[in-house]
C-alpha cells in the first residue's frame, strides 16, 4: 500500500515503512458525542477502516473490519468484528483476529464452506474460512511481502483459529493483498476463485483452489479505467440486469487509492462477463486506455469522469459486499472515510464509520448496465411531510435533534431555477453542507467548505459533483443526514454522493432552498430516527 500518512503519495512504499503512527495534531481529546453516527457503525472507542469478510450465516449478518485495537490511528490492524440481525444496528464484539509479532492482518473475505473442501470444521458444521492478506512484519519469514492466508470459525464467526500451514498463497510481493473468495459453478464443477490485487501495478489477479488451500493462477486484468493510484480491495459478483434472470453481467468493482474522482480514494467498477477464470470487460465499460491522473483536476479530469464510480463523493471506499446473502441480493458497505485526511478525523475516542449498508442491481441507464445503490434504512417514522408548493428562495426544514439522523425525500421539478436543493447543518453564521443542483449544467453538488469543522486538516475542504439527468423534469433525492456525513442516493440511486462533515454542537439548522426562477417541490418528506 502507500503511505498511511495523510497524503495521497501514491508510491508504493516496502511494508517496515507502511505504519505511520503521525497524525495531525488531536484537536478533540474531549470527545466529541455529538458526532456519533445513529445509524453507521462505530467502533466504540479505536480505529477502523476497510469492511473485511461480509457474511450472512444462521440469521446473522457478520461485519469484520480492519481495526486498530489499541488507538484511534491505524496501525496494528486487526480485524474487528460487529454483528447484526437486520444490517442497521450492530454490536460490537471482541476483536476476531489479531495481529501478532510476526504479521499485521490486511483486507480480505470470507467463505461459507458448505461442503468442509477445506477440511476445517465437518460436512454438519460447515467452517466459515476467512481468506486475510498477512502483511509480514520484519523478523517474520516473509518479512517484507504481502501474502494470502486462512483462519477458520467453527463456532458460526464468533472466534477464529489461523491455519498452521500460512500463507496459503504468496507472489514475493510487497503488494499483492485483499483477497475476495466465492464459489463459481462451471463445466469443471463448483470451485472456489479469489480475486486480489497486485496494487502498484493496477492489477486485479485472479487465482482457482478446490479446497482453498492450494490456488493456481487464472489470470490477469488491468490497468484500465482510474490507474492513478493503487488498486485495493476488489470484489466481483453477478447480477441479472433489469431484473431479467436470462441475462446475467458480471461487476467488477475495484477501489483505487489515490485517483479517484472525486480525489484519494474512491471505487470504480467495470461490468462485463466472467468465466470462471478471466474477466472480460464490455467495450461500454472500459476507455480507450488507462486515466494515470490522481485527481479530479487537470488534463485527465474529464477521462476520470467517464470511468465508471461507485460513488461520487470523497468518503466511500474499500466498498466491497456480503457473501452467502439469501435470494440473491447484493449488499455492499464502504468506509466512510479517505486516506488524504483519515488519520486526522477530528472524532474522539473512536476514528471513521462503515456507510449504509447499500443494496446494489443493474439497470440499463442510457443504454448500458449501470449499478444502482439502495440504503438499507430502519423502517421510516416520525415522518414529517410537507404538501406540495412552489418554492420560492428558502424554507425552514425541520431541525437534526441531538442524537437523532434524518432522512429526507424529496421529488423537485427545478424549473427555471438557476440552483436549488439543500442546506445542511446550517450554523448561525450562515455556515451550512450545501447540496446543489444546477438545473442547466445537469449536475449535483455538495459543497462541505463552509461546513462545521473543515479546517482539521488541509486536504478536507472540497466541492464534490456528479452529472445528474432530470428525469421527466423531476429530481428525486434520498439524503441521509447522519451525524458526520451525508449520503445523497439522486434518481432512485443512479448517482450516489457521500461526504464526511463535522457540523459544531448546535449547527442543527436544515433547509430546502432555491435560486433565480421558481422550483416546485412537488413531495417532501423529513423522518427523524434516534
Ligand atoms: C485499503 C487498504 C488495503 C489493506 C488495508 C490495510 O484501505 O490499504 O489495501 O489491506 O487497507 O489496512
Known sequence: ????????RPKPAPPQEVRPQEVLPQQVPAGTPHLRPALHYTARDTWLNDPNGLVFYRGMYHLYYQNNPYGNVWGNMSWGHATSTDLVRWTEQPVAIACDDAEDIYSGSIVVDHANSSGFGSAENPPLVAIYTSAFKPGAAHEGTQAQSLA?????????????????????????????????AGPHGLCWVMAAVEAGEQKVVFYRSTDLRVWELASEFGPANAAGGEWECPDIFPLSVDGDPDRTKWVLVVNINPGAVAG??????????????????????????????????????GRLRECRWLDWGRDYYAAVSFSNVPDGRRLMVGWLSNWDYANSL??????????????????????????????ILPPLDNVHCLDSRELCGTLALPEILPGTAQVIDAEILPGASDRCGFRLWEDADGGAAVLAYDPAAGVLSLDRTNAGNAAFHPAFASVESAAVALEDGLLTLRIVVDHCSVEVFAQGGKVVLTDLVFPLPGDFGVSVFNDGGDAIIRTLSVSTFI
Open 1 to 8: 500500500m502507500s503511505s498511511r500518512l495523510d497524503d495521497a
Open 152 to 184: 477458520y470459525s467453527n463456532d458460526a464467526g464468533m472466534t477464529w483459529t489461523k491455519f498452521a500451514g500460512n500463507p496459503v498463497l504468496t507472489r514475493g510481493s510487497t503488494n499483492f493483498r485483499d483477497p475476495k473468495v466465492f464459489s463459481y
Open 264 to 301: 484519494g480514494s474512491g471505487g470504480q467498477y467495470f461490468v462485463g462477463d466472467f468465466d470462471g477464470f478471466t474477466f472480460t470487460p464490455d467495450p461500454s465499460s472500459l476507455l480507450d486506455s488507462p486515466v494515470y491522473g490522481t485527481s479530479g483536476a487537470g488534463a485527465e479530469a
Open 346 to 375: 477530528p472524532t474522539f475516542p473512536w476514528r471513521s464509520g462503515m456507510s449504509l449498508v447499500r443494496e446494489v442491481s443493474l439497470e440499463t441507464v442510457d443504454g448500458r448496465p449501470a449499478l444502482v445503490q439502495t440504503p
